[in-house]
């Protein structure tokens, strides 16, 4: 189905060059650059410091340090550390009830090794139960150390656990 869509999508009007890229801004770089390692599989491609002289006209405010941490299947996630720390994030739930971005979304051939890891790695979950069916997919919401909200998506929709959500 999938494939047929992708017929009827209009031509671009430029060509991706790079992988898609999502910036989230940290308080801790350390804790959540271990964070998206060790629990998720990201690992580091680029680090850089971003001088005031190109931050500021760019909209993002004073001096950053970026880290680019290439997801597993495709795909980056920047973590960006102000040089003064930011706001405390705003609850992640309900996850709709504010406007922008919700979500990072990782899809997964088995989400019960991350969700264990998720568990134990800082991150507290959003969904009741953890782990909830829809669709022929099991689907589970949890904020990452620092608040942000993440999904996680795999196919095994058909597998039935204790304490898991029903459909």
């Known amino acids: 189905m999938a494939d047929d869509r992708a017929d009827q999508v209009p031509e671009a009007r430029a060509r991706m060059t790079e992988p898609f890229e999502v910036g989230v801004v940290v308080r801790d770089l350390e804790l959540m650059e271990r964070f998206y390692r060790e629990v998720l599989g990201c690992f580091e491609v680029h680090r850089s410091r971003i001088p005031a002289s190109v931050s500021v006209p760019a909209g ?27 706001a405390p994030a705003p609850s992640a739930l309900p996850l709709t009830a504010r406007r922008g971005l919700a979500y990072l979304t990782f899809h997964l051939d088995d989400m019960d090794p991350v969700v264990t ?19 022929g997919r099991r689907i589970s919401f949890w904020a990452d150390p620092e608040g942000n909200a993440l999904e996680l998506v795999d196919g095994r929709g058909d597998v039935r656990e204790p304490g898991r959500s029903e459909p």
């Open 117 to 135: 890891a998720l568990a134990t790695g800082g991150a507290q979950p959003l969904s009741d139960p953890v782990v909830v069916w829809a669709r």
């Open 60 to 86: 993002l405010g004073d001096e950053l340090l970026v880290v680019w941490l290439q997801v597993p299947s495709g795909g980056r996630v920047k973590l960006i550390r102000p040089q003064s720390a930011p």
